[in-house]
């Protein structure tokens, strides 16, 4: 089953430029929305979260974006920049959830 | 330094062999998780734990098996019945499951079949 799709699997963008990744669920139960950073080699951190009860959250140059009613939530990334380049995860999830499901992940490139 | 410690960083299984991944946290975390990497794939769940001395199966627990005698130490074997191990293995911690409380990745593990 198919409960998150993240899109989109692969993203190019140029220095300076705004990096766009979504994810849509299907669980309406969920109430937590992660996203995580992943660089080659290393385990993922946690980047930034947003609970259903705002629509926006930004944390420098990092926002999510969360529409409830068309159950997707996205990360965006103003200014990127060569040191963003990694591998992006979204896991919703809620709580008392033993097993959390993430995303397939989003391999973003940022050119100097 | 708090932290999830795996090791070794890189592990090399021979056909019939049982290999151990190492797993030790110190963030007093009651909640500890194995995910299996694999390119394009996401992360998926093999086991998690909730509190010493109990485990449960995630969704691709088949061919492996853990134990948790100890809060810090979630250790996973890999064991031959496992055909296709080869992959990046990621320990996680979170201060318990009953909340959204975030994961705690460790730095993993890449098996590779010799």
């Known amino acids: 089953q198919q409960q998150v799709k993240q899109s989109p699997q692969s993203l190019i963008v140029q220095k300076g430029g705004i990096s766009i990744i979504n994810c849509a669920y299907e669980n309406t139960a969920f109430d937590y929305f992660p996203w995580y950073q992943q660089f080659p080699g290393k385990g993922p951190a946690l980047l930034i979260a947003?609970?259903?009860?705002?629509s926006e959250k930004k944390e420098g140059r990092f926002t999510i974006s969360f529409n409830k009613s068309a159950k997707q939530f996205s990360l965006h990334i103003m200014d990127s920049q060569p040191g963003d380049s990694a591998t992006y995860f979204c896991a919703p999830n809620q709580g008392g959830s033993e097993k959390l499901v993430f995303g397939k992940g989003t391999k973003l490139t940022v050119n100097p | 330094d708090g932290g999830i410690t795996q090791s070794p960083k890189y592990l090399f299984r021979k056909e019939g062999q049982n290999v151990t991944l190492s797993c030790e946290q110190n963030?007093?975390?009651?909640?500890m998780y194995w995910y299996r990497q694999d390119p394009g794939q996401g992360l998926r769940l093999i086991y998690y734990?909730?509190?010493?001395?109990?485990?449960q199966k995630g969704d691709i627990a088949e061919g492996y098996s853990v134990s948790r005698e100890k809060k810090e130490s979630f250790p996973l074997t890999v064991t031959s019945a496992q055909k296709n191990p080869t992959a990046f293995y990621l320990c996680?911690?979170?201060?318990?499951?009953?909340?959204?409380?975030?994961?705690?990745f460790g730095s993993g593990t890449q098996l590779s079949v010799l």
């Open positions: 996680a911690s979170s201060l318990n499951s009953a909340t959204n409380e975030k994961l705690f």
């Open positions: 734990s909730q509190i010493v001395n109990d485990f």
């Open positions: 963030l007093n975390h009651d909640a």
């Open positions: 947003i609970r259903p009860d705002v």
